[in-house]
């Protein structure tokens, strides 16, 4: 091997890791972007959600106040139904609104498009939250903080986004169930609160975003079409 080629390979093998991460780097924001049924960067949460109360703002100071007096006043059973849903939203807790044809297995092909609604949902938080930053009411108060806490930001909750995305499909597939499906979702946002996880702002934004999904979402042959599926199989398992 002469000087020029040893010179050349020990370049690349210099720069081989750069070139690796630059691969990344390219790659991973189209991974990222792969939805089910959600076109990349929609909805546009950051145009559609006002931004939470700034730190140290009056308003900061009575959303956490509000916090501090819900969880304090919040009945043991209430307590208890909350944590059993601190990790994270399943679709099945919607079955006691529902039913018991609503259960594992029962029904695959809606449960399968609901699991690929729940991971666009998930996103769509996941982004969002990244993007306000919003530190969670037991890291400004510590005295709040019990239990696994979760070291995601805040803002939107994502149980209260994530639930009623569902809570809106499933309210389509079983509309004699529509109430009881929604209250559901109101519920499992409301208890991230009486848990001290989440402020009220952050629920109620997630209830507007998760509005915003459904819209875009329906907006999706490829939805309507997976939704007239699932649709098909309720009706067959209700006959």
């Given amino acids: 091997m002469n000087l020029k080629t040893q010179a050349l390979n020990s370049r690349f093998f210099r720069s081989f890791p750069q070139i690796l ?61 909350a944590m059993s849903q601190d990790n994270g939203v399943s679709i099945f807790y919607f079955t006691p609104a529902i039913g018991n044809v609503f259960q594992p297995g029962k029904l695959p092909v809606t ?8 991971e666009d949902a998930e996103t769509v938080v996941d ?20 239990g696994k806490l979760a070291k ?7 149980h209260s986004t994530e639930s009623m995305v569902l809570a809106l499909v499933l309210a389509d597939l079983f509309p004699d169930r529509q109430n009881a499906i929604i209250a559901t979702a109101r519920d499992i946002g409301w208890h991230r609160v009486e848990i001290a996880r989440h402020y009220p702002t952050d629920i109620y934004a997630g209830r507007v975003l998760a509005q915003a999904i459904i819209r875009e979402m329906k907006r999706n042959p490829i939805f309507q079409k997976d939704l007239a599926k699932a649709k098909a199989e309720i009706n067959a398992a209700q006959k």
């Fill in 152 to 158: 995601s930001f805040s803002y939107p909750s994502g």
């Fill in 127 to 146: 982004d969002a939250k990244n993007y306000w930053k919003r530190p969670r009411p037991y890291v400004i108060d510590p005295g709040l903080a019990s």
């Fill in 21 to 81: 991460f630059s691969l990344a780097v390219a790659i991973a924001p189209l991974h990222a972007q792969a939805n089910n049924y959600l076109h990349a960067g929609k909805p546009d949460f950051a145009a559609l959600l006002a931004p939470p109360p700034s730190p140290g703002s009056a308003e900061q100071k009575y959303d956490l106040a509000e916090v501090v007096s819900v969880h304090q006043d919040c009945p043991s059973n209430e307590i208890a139904a």
């Fill in 111 to 118: 449960e399968a498009f609901l699991q690929r609604v729940h």
